[in-house]
Each structure stands twice: as C-alpha cells, then as structure tokens.
C-alpha cells in the first residue's frame, strides 16, 4: 500500500506557499514511485537482473546499472515525506547551518534542508550567516533545471540558502567545503557514498549528524560503508530508525 501524506501545516514552519509545493512534489513522487513498482514492469525486471549481480556476474552488473540509470534519469522518486520532516526536525534541532546534501535529484528534500539553514541562521551574527548554506550535488542536467526551478518557486525562504554544484560531485566537493560540516544528507547512487564520505570527513565536526537513506532495502549497495562505519567504531556511532527502507542516523564523534 502506497504512503499517506500527512497534513504538515502543525509541524512544519514555512509558508503556505512552500508547503503547498511540497505537498504537490511528494503527490508527484508517490505517483511515479507507484508506477515504478507495478508487477512485471520494467523495475521488477531490473531487480531480477540485480539478483544475478550479487551473485558475481560483473556483465550483469554494468547490464543492470545502465538500465537502472536510463530508467531513474527522469524519475522523481525523492526522500518521502515522513524522512523529510524528520531531516527537518533534525537539522532544526542540531541548530545546523553548514549543510552537505549528496544527490539532490529535483530538489525537494533540499527546500526541508534550506529552510532549516535559513531559520537556524536568524540565531546568528551577520559574519556568520554568510556562511550558512545548503551544499546540494547533481550530476543530472536535467534533474538540476528542475530542482532550481523549485527552489526558484520556494522562493526567498529557500533559495538564497542553496549553493548547488553540479557534475561529478568526487570533484565539485573536493575543495572549497565548509570548516565544520554539520550534517550530511546521503541520498545518492550508493557507489558514490563511501567516495563522498572520505571527501566530507576532514570536515566533518565533533558531534556532525550523517543521514543514509535506504540503508536496509539496499543493503548488499551500502555495504561498504557499513565496513568502514564498522571498523571506526571510535569515531562513529550508528543507529538505523524504523522508516521505509531503513534510515541510518551515524554521529561523528572521535
């Protein structure tokens, strides 16, 4: 059974307008993610195929991954609403302000992330507001045109908190990254995880909060950063919550 959207107006401080956008771009995504998961359509096809990858077949695995890419590359199946808010709590709570969000897609959980920044740093002296921003990373064109038009229709209490840097983000996040990151947004292709991760670490301050989404349905794809989580258990702390798919909520804390 498909996810019920739940009115967000108690629990959300933002807008009529940004929560009316919301609430349409979540509509848009249960839709497409429903069509998606149809008995013998094209994903169920692909996941038999990725069944075969775990088994070692390195052909299959190209195979799968380009069809899966071609399939996605259109398709806004964002972080559903209910990981969303809590982001948002999240990241209001930890007072976050130097936000590093890997796969922005078509930009919504970046507005839930922006408007965190942008009403944390109202806590803030002017020198330091300056430095509050989202980080968001696409790699899709077509997927950036989208998201900057959403955040453009957000308007003021989301878009000037976004610095969004587009292309192969093992290159665009290599330099130029925040002191002390406060908190990542992980929701990405997973090979790209454990990349993006060695690149934020240098950065990342005591206490920074990482979320993971989907660490559970893809589990065998995240495998690796639960090795490397595994194996510096001095420096991190881990903790899987109960939505859909598995959300991993890590503590940097060396």
């Not at 059974?1 to 107006?9: D, E, K, R, V, Y």
């Not at 390195?58 to 609403?81: C, G, N």
């Not at 968001?136 to 900057?148: D, M, Q, Y």
């Not at 969004?164 to 990254?177: F, M, P, Y």
């Amino acid at each position: 059974m498909a996810p019920t959207l739940i009115n967000a107006s108690a629990t959300l401080d933002a807008s009529e307008r940004v929560k009316s956008l919301l609430l349409r771009l979540h509509t848009n995504s249960l839709a497409q993610e429903e069509e998606l998961n149809k008995p013998g359509g094209k994903l169920a096809e692909l996941k038999a195929l990725k069944e075969q990858c775990a088994a070692g077949d390195t052909a299959a695995l190209a195979s799968f991954q380009r069809q899966f890419d071609d399939l996605m590359r259109d398709k806004m199946i964002a972080l559903e609403q209910d990981k969303a808010l809590f982001v948002y709590h999240l990241c209001r709570t930890l007072s976050a302000t130097r936000i590093i969000e890997a796969g922005t897609s078509f930009g919504l959980s970046t507005i839930y992330l922006a408007l965190a920044v942008g009403q944390n740093a109202t806590k803030l002296d002017p020198e330091h507001r300056k430095a509050a921003k989202v980080i968001a990373t696409e790699f899709e064109p077509s997927k950036i045109a989208l998201a900057c038009q959403h955040w453009k229709e957000a308007g003021e209490e989301v878009e000037p908190w976004i610095e969004l840097r587009e292309g192969d983000l093992r290159q665009r996040l290599a330099s130029d990254l925040p002191n002390e990151i406060d908190f990542v947004l992980f929701d990405i292709w997973t090979p790209m995880v454990m990349p993006t991760l060695r690149l934020l670490e240098p950065n990342l301050k005591k206490g920074a909060v990482i979320v993971a989404d989907n660490v559970i349905s893809s589990a065998y794809d995240y495998q690796d950063f639960h090795e490397y989580i595994a194996a510096h258990r001095n420096a991190y702390r881990t903790l899987v919550l109960p939505y859909s798919g598995g959300l991993e909520l890590t503590v940097y804390d060396p």
